[in-house]
């Protein structure tokens, strides 16, 4: 895959997240926005509602008890009577109709102490009205017109409508100077508000308060805070549907409603969307991931190819002069020729033994038997495989050996190999003579073993990634230091197989410390 298109293809799927994590945003952002809607309208609609039942509750109260005062079969203080007549001719029928309404006024003394005025007594009239309708026929067999009607209709009525409403606006004038707090209770409210909003669905606990424009009154519950105060209703309307007095109502805990009202979308939504981003995460990395392996693999196979092609060709070069007449006669000429034929064979065995002996790590194939060893004994035997090379450079091996305890569980051929690799890298990466320090120390039940040089060193970010397969310091082509990346992915395979641990400390141009850290046994 090419870099663009790589590029093209992480831009596209990050723009495609972010477009699905804004329309879930969106989305959760607007169910939220309905349910707040949906919850104000469900709370003004049950505020309308106690406000009406407030009002209706007043009035019948007031209502009942001017009622026995103003009782059919209670004779009232005064009366009056009024009637009204109209007569018309119906010439068709050749009759005379005759309508006439009757209004009786009854007037009752009612005691002024159940509206709280400073008067004795107030006067309440009751109208009660009967409607007749005769009909006359003009002319009879003999030619004289009939004394008594052919038909009359009568029809009675107390006005009971007109009454309410009259009784109902009288009430509002009178009870409108009368105290908030002697015309309604803080329980019949909170009584009425509570029944209101269970029927509408909302059972959250709330605050009230009933205010005189903006003064507070007593109608009010404890806690209640008018900045705070969401929902407000008028209450206690006159004739013109005005009034100074306001329902306030606060619920606490509105939020948490509203949010858990819509609680199992979110999850739902925070789940899917964690789960896409999961698989996008992985999916990302695991494409950086095969462009690092195809890259390391590229540069193996570079490596490789650069590490066989030199023992290959000393091993032609040697053939060639054996072939020689001159030489085949010479038996110490053939003896150092077919030795170095040996060597390079060797040496490139020991390249395909490690790339197989570190696949067998990897799939648990490797069979590895532990001993008891001393750990002092498997570096002094290390040292001795690169003693020579490291004097041939002019340089040293000091070892500081100041654990007193070195008893580990160990395999001697593959620690021994581990121990060989570091120095190894310590002599290869190191321009100059090179210089190694091996030190050993104890440390509460493990023994540390720590193997630093002075030599060429690498950055943090290389360190992070040594241990791992394949990989070595990007240098483009060239192949300066031998090697195709296994020797420290080895390392830490056998380290890690030893319940052992390995770190690296170390700064560009002045050199590295491998830190091996083992458990000692009793």
Avoid: C
């Avoid at 009782?71 to 005064?78: L, Q």
């Avoid at 190819?305 to 085949?328: R, V, Y």
């Avoid at 002599?427 to 193997?451: F, M, R, W």
């Avoid at 992070?464 to 080895?490: D, I, P, S, W």
């Amino acid at each position: 895959m090419s870099k663009k298109l790589f590029i093209l293809l992480v831009v596209l799927m990050s723009l495609s997240l972010i477009g699905i994590i804004f329309v879930q945003s969106f989305f959760i952002n607007n169910s939220l926005e309905n349910e707040e809607k949906n919850f104000t309208r469900s709370v003004t609609r049950a505020l309308s509602f106690v406000s009406r039942d407030i009002q209706d509750y007043e009035i019948g109260k007031f209502y009942a008890l001017i009622q026995p005062y103003i009782a059919n079969n209670r004779e009232p203080d005064s009366t009056a009577i009024r009637q009204l007549y109209i007569t018309t001719e119906d010439e068709v029928n050749d009759q005379t109709i005759i309508h006439r309404n009757t209004i009786l006024e009854e007037r009752f003394k009612v005691p002024s102490l159940f509206f709280e005025i400073d008067t004795d007594s107030i006067d309440i009239s009751n109208f009660t009205s009967e409607r007749t309708t005769e009909y006359f026929d003009r002319s009879t067999i003999d030619g004289n017109q009939g004394i008594k009607p052919t038909k009359t209709l009568v029809e009675f009525s107390n006005l009971s409508d007109i009454d309410k409403k009259a009784y109902e606006d009288t009430f509002k004038t009178l009870l409108k100077e009368v105290p908030i707090y002697k015309r309604v209770t803080a329980l019949q409210v909170e009584t009425l508000l509570r029944r209101q909003l269970k029927d509408e669905g909302i059972n959250l606990d709330f605050e009230f308060a009933i205010y005189d424009d903006d003064l507070a009154t007593k109608v009010q519950t404890r806690n209640f805070n008018k900045s705070n105060a969401y929902f407000g209703i008028p209450i206690f309307l006159d004739t013109n549907n005005e009034s100074s007095y306001r329902l306030w109502v606060d619920f606490p805990d509105r939020k948490k409603f509203l949010l858990s009202s819509i609680l199992k979308m979110i999850v739902l939504s925070i789940v899917f969307t964690g789960v896409i981003i999961l698989a996008y995460s992985s999916a990302i990395y695991q494409l950086i991931r095969q462009r690092q392996i195809s890259q390391i693999k590229t540069d193996f196979i570079n490596n490789m190819t650069h590490e066989f092609k030199t023992p290959i060709a000393t091993i032609n070069l040697a053939l060639d002069a054996i072939k020689n007449p001159k030489i085949i006669a010479d038996q110490d000429k053939v003896k150092r020729y077919l030795g170095m034929i040996k060597d390079e064979n060797k040496r490139m065995h020991a390249q395909v033994e490690n790339v197989l002996r570190i696949s067998k790590l990897e799939k648990n194939e490797l069979n590895i038997s532990k001993e008891r060893l001393e750990l002092h004994d498997l570096v002094e035997d290390a040292i001795t495989h690169i003693e020579l090379i490291v004097e041939d450079r002019k340089g040293y091996v000091k070892t500081h050996l100041n654990a007193t305890k070195t008893s580990v569980l160990a395999n001697e051929s593959h620690f021994t190999n581990v121990i060989v690799n570091i120095l190894d890298n310590a002599v290869k990466y190191s321009d100059d003579e090179p210089k190694i320090d091996v030190y050993t120390e104890n440390v509460g039940n493990s023994v540390i073993l720590k193997i630093s040089d002075q030599g060429n060193g690498m950055s943090k970010q290389v360190a992070k990634r040594v241990f791992e397969k394949f990989y070595r310091e990007h240098t483009g082509n060239v192949h300066n230091v031998k090697g195709h990346g296994l020797g420290l992915a080895y390392v830490k395979q056998i380290i890690d197989d030893h319940q052992g641990h390995i770190s690296v400390e170390s700064e560009k141009g002045k050199g590295s410390t491998f830190i091996i850290k083992l458990p000692l046994i009793s």
